[in-house]
């Protein structure tokens, strides 16, 4: 059902007084702030339909309203204002990022923590590359039973394991062996490296001691680790200072959650759609998260690398200052990290918004 123009006002009341209270909302309050010129009576009954419709709730009898989850996803699509940040808060957004970008060392664990400190919720950070090769493979020998594989990669690390081998083997087998793998395993990913490519490197070098496995294997694993997003969570501990948050039990809960790095890497699967995402409620996969609103933004690191920041807090959120800075920060990211192009300015970034096809401008 289409709502009326006077039910998108009181429920814009009702969604933005909750927010700043998180006390329910009852009709005298709506009266006063969103001056409809009605009697209570009337705001009364609106509120019940717009309770019967799915988008408000009552959570005692005597009690005033509070938005549901539909209620939320109707705010942000259609009638919230988005927010506009002032030229103090854009250039604090870049000045921080320029202090915090002279250590790319730790971009993760500085991006986030700025996301958390402006939006006062605990921030995710999640920095995904793209996969690297080996550049070179270095097998140092040491004895008859002992060798060393050293590899070189892409990304300008170095892995290194020591090998024992139950077996005797002499150097030149070692020479061949890294002959065989500079000319062959370097420069491709892992999917590249198949039983039939390693056989034939067995063959290459007359290897009837299982040598090439080992280092095909050790390559195997160290590509894999390669693709491995850098995830955290910054300012978790922000959660306790939210109402919703008291029981302590719900707390750690939530909080154990996000601070699992392989739970944040499930966030790289969000289409954030080159605009800012707002998951609310039960639009989360994750039990954990289904009482609480993620907003996610992505930014370009250059070449395929791509980076992701979001927030995590109760469905009360102040979706509108939140999603504008974590876009400012995703699009001044993307500008310093990607290829130099300067996006559509922040403050009027596209909300891509989950269930609904529609770009919110």
Request: aromatic content about 4%; proline content about 4%.
């Amino acid at each position: 059902m289409e709502l009326s123009e006077r039910k998108k006002k009181i429920l814009t009341a009702v969604v933005e007084e909750y927010i700043r209270t998180a006390e329910p909302v009852g009709s005298k309050t709506v009266a006063s702030t969103a001056k409809l010129g009605c009697s209570s009576a009337t705001i009364r009954n609106e509120l019940s339909e717009l309770a019967s419709m799915g988008y408000l709730e009552q959570p005692h009898t005597s009690a005033g309203r509070v938005p549901t989850p539909l209620g939320y996803r109707i705010y942000v699509n259609e009638l919230m204002e988005r927010h506009k940040l002032s030229l103090e808060e854009t250039e604090e957004i870049n000045r921080s990022l320029n202090e915090k970008l002279r250590e790319l060392d730790h971009l993760v664990s500085n991006v986030g923590a700025l996301a958390s400190s402006l939006t006062n919720y605990p921030a995710m950070a999640i920095a995904a590359s793209p996969p690297a090769t080996i550049s070179r493979f270095d097998l140092i020998y040491i004895d008859a039973n002992t060798f060393i594989i050293v590899a070189m990669m892409s990304n300008n690390t170095v892995r290194n394991k020591l090998v024992r081998l139950p077996v005797s083997v002499g150097q030149d087998m070692i020479q061949r062996l890294s002959s065989v793998f500079n000319a062959n395993f370097t420069g491709i990913t892992e999917d590249r490296i198949t039983p039939l490519m390693i056989r034939s490197a067995e063959r290459a070098v007359d290897d009837t001691m299982g040598l090439t496995g080992v280092i095909a294997s050790f390559a195997i694993e160290i590509l894999s680790d390669s693709q491995t997003a850098e995830a955290a969570v910054y300012g978790a501990n922000r959660l306790l200072s939210q109402p919703e948050y008291r029981d302590p039990d719900k707390a750690h809960a939530l909080m154990s959650y996000i601070s699992d790095a392989d739970h944040l890497r499930e966030l790289q699967l969000t289409d954030c759609g080159g605009g800012v995402r707002v998951l609310i409620g039960p639009e989360n996969v994750a039990e954990e998260l289904r009482d609480s609103s993620v907003v996610l933004a992505e930014y370009d690191m250059g070449g395929e690398a791509k980076g992701l920041i979001g927030v995590v807090g109760p469905t009360r959120m102040d979706y509108s200052s939140v999603a504008a800075k974590l876009s400012m920060i995703a699009e001044m990211l993307s500008m310093r990290l990607g290829n130099g192009a300067a996006p559509p300015p922040g403050l009027d970034n596209k909300l891509v918004i989950k269930g609904d096809s529609n770009e919110q401008q």
